[in-house]
């Protein structure tokens, strides 16, 4: 008999090698999956935060369409119908819209979207969206951002 025949108990084939993965390969595999982990979820939340911004822009104008075909009474308060009163549309609310009645210098309106209490977009630079009636664009809050600093927001992405 040979050393072959006595390891394996049997007769002479080929040799068995062990399986499963050795402890510097599963370290190697885990630090790999950190660094990818390290930059992908920076990237995907901010990917996030851009949706929830340009659903906001995009609730502020069809508000604007809904208050322009249907203008508020001047001196009464009055609010956007369910569904215009918040972005997105469907789903847990992110921004809420507010219609306040205005002035012969703001159009007769102004729109405003306003992160929730609590949610996702709470600390986001580019704070509260508002639209008035002649289209004037423009962030209140977080950064303050104005002018230039506000132009990426409306675009989605943060000053």
Same mark, same amino acid.
């Given at each position: 008999?040979?050393?072959?025949?006595? #390891?394996?108990?049997?007769?002479?084939?080929?040799?068995? #090698?062990?399986?499963? !993965?050795s402890m510097?390969?599963? /370290?190697?595999? &885990?630090?790999? $999956? @950190?660094?990818?982990? @390290?930059?992908? /979820?920076?990237?995907?939340?901010?990917?996030?935060?851009?949706?929830? #911004?340009?659903?906001? /822009?995009?609730?502020?104008?069809?508000?604007?369409?809904?208050?322009?075909?249907?203008?508020?009474?001047?001196? !009464? $308060?009055?609010?956007?119908?369910?569904?215009?009163?918040?972005?997105?549309?469907?789903?847990?609310?992110?921004?809420?819209?507010? &219609?306040?009645?205005?002035?012969?210098?703001?159009?007769?309106?102004?729109?405003?979207?306003?992160? /929730?209490?609590?949610?996702?977009?709470?600390?986001?630079?580019?704070?509260?969206?508002?639209?008035?009636? !002649?289209? $004037?664009?423009?962030?209140?809050?977080?950064a303050g951002?104005?002018? @230039?600093?506000?132009?990426?927001?409306?675009?989605?992405?943060?000053?």
């Amino acid at each position: 008999m040979n050393r072959r025949e006595t #390891r394996q108990g049997g007769a002479a084939g080929p040799e068995r #090698r062990p399986t499963g !993965f050795s402890m510097l390969e599963l /370290v190697i595999a &885990l630090a790999m $999956a @950190a660094v990818v982990a @390290a930059y992908a /979820v920076p990237a995907y939340v901010s990917y996030i935060a851009r949706g929830y #911004r340009i659903d906001a /822009v995009i609730a502020l104008h069809r508000a604007a369409q809904h208050v322009v075909a249907d203008p508020p009474v001047p001196g !009464f $308060a009055s609010a956007l119908p369910p569904g215009l009163d918040r972005a997105p549309e469907q789903g847990r609310a992110v921004y809420r819209l507010e &219609l306040l009645p205005g002035t012969e210098a703001n159009g007769g309106y102004e729109l405003r979207a306003i992160p /929730v209490e609590g949610g996702p977009m709470q600390g986001d630079p580019c704070g509260t969206f508002a639209l008035d009636g !002649f289209g $004037a664009r423009s962030n209140r809050g977080q950064a303050g951002a104005h002018g @230039a600093a506000m132009e990426p927001c409306w675009a989605g992405r943060p000053p």
